[in-house]
């Protein structure tokens, strides 16, 4: 793969340390058998299990993006049988929000609306319950790291998925604001804006964390075969 000069000569000062994850997981022995209950749990459980419903999915699905990426809308489409909440649960984006407790309150929100159209109160009949859980992320260093365009893209190719999540879902929730680990050591030490922002602008909802993989494999392709350099 030709490397334009100019790439060649960019070295971080600071490499960019690749950082896998795992699930540390607990049932909290609550669950609800109809979505108003479903709804009473949401707005008293930790903010932990908020994560490990909604945030978290894309963890534990490393290689399918379904239609409902988050254990709510999945369970109301799937077990309820209700589509019409799955899909409005379904579309509702985590990394929109601020913090963990204003999406739970929209989520909470969605439902209450959901359930004042309904003259009855869905609920499972053939399907599992909901049973709450809560999750923490715990930080796994790979060893890895890059200096260069090059290594970066190297790295990624071949690092544990869960890396790619920790840098781009948990970045965004650990940081406070929507900047990935990526982009911010591309624009900071490599000085590549225009890169640090074609991956900012990636649309990473609802979609497999193998895809994103291949996404951003080939968007550090493109500049290293001097499509863009800058």
Known sequence: ?????????????????????????????????????????????????????????????????????????????????????????????PYDFENLESLRSEIVSIIEEHLSQLTFVPRVTYGEPFYFMQSRIIEVPTGLQARTLTEFREILATVDISAIYYHIFEARLRLGKRQDDFSRWLEEQLHLPDLAAKIAKLDFYMTSLETIRHRLIKLCDEVLEGKNSK
């Open 1 to 93: 793969m030709p490397v334009p000069k100019v790439l060649r000569k960019k070295m971080a000062s600071n490499p960019f340390h690749f950082v896998g994850c795992w699930e540390l997981r607990e049932m909290l022995g609550r669950s609800a058998r109809d979505e108003e209950q479903l709804m009473e749990a949401i707005e008293e459980v930790s903010l932990d299990s908020i994560y490990y419903h909604t945030q978290s999915f894309f963890l534990r699905h490393k290689y399918i993006a379904g239609p409902y990426p988050n254990d709510f809308a999945t369970w109301a489409a799937i077990q309820v049988r209700d589509r019409v909440l799955g899909e409005k649960l379904g579309v509702l984006d």
